[in-house]
């Protein structure tokens, strides 16, 4: 048995817009894995025309780009499939005055306001000219605010979903102009609805019909789950129901690769059992598109081979092996950056948090263990081992550079904070002495892996960003080192952050690895 469709789908609006020949590159690898579609996910990262605003300085594609990728997928036999957002997820757009005052409220438009259907019409005639298909994804997930905020001035109180509903109508009517097939995310019409219970029925039989409900789960292992959802579906009879899972690249610069494959199997077999023929396999990159794509090539490999009746992972750990230049197993050590400890059972992403916990305010050293320093340089040595002249060196290097960079900051926090509190000046010392240096060095180092990876896959725009957390990191780590200076020769009495309590920033246990992915709630509280 096998899923008639299989997509993957990348995000390229998280500051990360992939090169086009990076695109076209990717295509070919998916082609190969036996994927029949690849889905660009643009917000504004594309080129709408009349639209001089949309997606302004956010490196999008150009229509000459999209027509380009686009003929190069067809001639490899890839679907290449639009999937933009016609509601929600458009926080970029209020910083101009061009959208500002048609906007509901955050990243929500502002439903029945004519500038907004002008907008959305000009999008589809874009993406009309562009797509040699005729099926698009038009979003419409995780409208929460929706008739809040200027909707609600305007308009006074309505029913939510009749809301969304109303937008669906008029913004169908717009895509049958174009002659195109929609497909939205269906969680608008579950979120305020218990799961465990069936919806009103009278919600199934506004949607209109033919309109393809994408049905998104991530990261959950347990069958039953899908098996539910799935059910709930079906009670949207005149509606096709598209499953959305997820390999986890939105974790911070690593990925979690084996919750991914564990995740997709339980859902793929649900999928086959309830007769689903379309799985799409999202790509997120939530909070700056940290980590590599490429980075999940032995996830996406697997998901395929579920995808079409193969489960037997040591069977497609060799398949894999044989068709790159690289063992199965070794290529899913990029994900060690985020593993912290024997057995992980969730999805934990210490790449970012603790390459950005700051030395002194230490809100994530409750997750520092005492074998986690010795974890990650024996990490780091294996990485190391997988750089020789092969196409994804720099990756394993950024990676082993990364590893390297969190084995020796992981627990400075901690070491400092016991060593001020015992008022041990000597160690004081020695840590502004011995640790700050070469970690200075190893975190220019990592800038530099992470620059060449940058570089190679996605457009430079939006690279700014992450310049400015690593340029951030080192000033912050140089100022941190002469705050204890100044301490110890008496010009600073106190460092008031070693004076406060560690308290767990996320609820985790002490010493457990947490899911924080908010590069600006992991630098600072303020």
């Known amino acids: 048995m096998r899923i008639k469709e299989r997509t993957v789908m990348i995000d390229c609006s998280r500051n990360g817009v992939m090169k086009p020949e990076k695109v076209k590159e990717f295509a070919k690898i998916i082609k190969n894995m036996g994927y029949t579609g690849l889905m660009l996910y643009t917000e504004d990262t594309y080129e709408v025309e009349n639209e001089p605003y949309f997606g302004y300085m956010r490196g999008g594609y150009t229509m000459a780009e999209l027509k380009d990728m686009d003929a190069y997928c067809g001639t490899i036999g890839i679907e290449l499939i639009p999937c933009i957002q016609v509601l929600a997820h458009l926080g970029h757009l209020p910083r101009w005055a061009d959208y500002a005052p048609h906007m509901d409220m955050a ?54 979903l009749d809301i969304f509903l109303e937008h669906l109508s008029r913004v169908k009517a717009l895509t049958d102009k174009y002659g195109m097939q929609i497909m939205i995310w269906s969680d608008m019409f579950f979120h305020q609805v218990n799961d465990a219970q069936p919806l009103p029925q009278e919600i199934p039989d506004k949607v209109p019909a033919g309109v ?84 999940a090539l032995p996830a996406l490999f697997a998901a395929a081979q579920m995808a079409c009746g193969n489960f037997d992972r040591q069977d497609i750990a060799e398949k894999f092996s044989a068709l790159y230049d690289y063992d199965f197993w070794e290529f899913m050590n990029l994900e060690l950056p985020n593993i912290t400890e024997d057995e992980e059972s969730h999805v934990h992403n210490p790449s970012k948090y603790l390459l950005f916990n700051d030395p002194l305010l230490g809100l994530f050293d409750y997750t520092v263990h005492d074998q986690l320093k010795k974890r990650y340089t024996a990490a780091a040595a294996v990485l190391e081992k997988s750089i020789n002249g092969r196409e994804y060196d720099y990756l394993f290097d950024f990676y082993a550079k990364l590893t390297r960079l969190l084995a020796h900051k992981c627990d400075l926090g901690v070491r400092l904070k016991k060593a001020y509190t015992a008022q041990d000046k000597d160690t004081l010392k020695m840590l502004a002495d011995e640790e700050f240096p070469p970690m200075q060095v190893l975190v220019r180092q990592v800038y530099e892996a992470y620059r060449t990876l940058w570089y190679k896959e996605n457009k430079s725009i939006g690279f700014e960003l992450q310049e400015m957390r690593f340029g951030a990191l080192l000033l912050r780590n140089e100022n941190c080192q002469r705050m204890i200076y100044e301490y110890l020769n008496g010009t600073l009495p106190v460092i008031q952050e070693l004076e406060l309590p560690r308290l767990p920033a996320d609820r985790g246990a002490e010493g457990k690895g947490v899911f924080f992915n908010s590069y600006i709630q992991t630098i600072s509280a303020n």
């Open 107 to 160: 990243d929500v438009l502002l439903v029945g306001d004519e500038r907004v259907y002008t907008l959305i019409d000009n999008m589809l005639c874009t993406i009309s000219k562009c797509f040699t298909t005729r099926r698009i994804h038009i979003g419409m997930d995780e409208a929460f605010c929706l008739g809040m905020g200027r909707y609600l001035r305007q308009n006074g109180y309505r029913n939510q």
């Open 212 to 295: 393809e409900l994408v049905y998104w789960a991530y990261n959950e292992k347990s069958k039953a789950f899908y098996d539910r959802n799935f059910k709930a579906h079906q009670q949207f009879v005149h509606n096709k129901t598209v499953f959305a899972g997820g390999i986890c690249t939105w974790t911070g610069y690593a990925p979690n690769l084996q919750i991914a494959l564990d995740a997709t199997q339980s859902a793929v077999k649900s999928a086959m059992e309830h007769d689903i023929e379309h799985i799409i396999l999202t790509m997120w990159g939530d909070d700056g598109k940290d980590c590599s794509y490429f980075a």
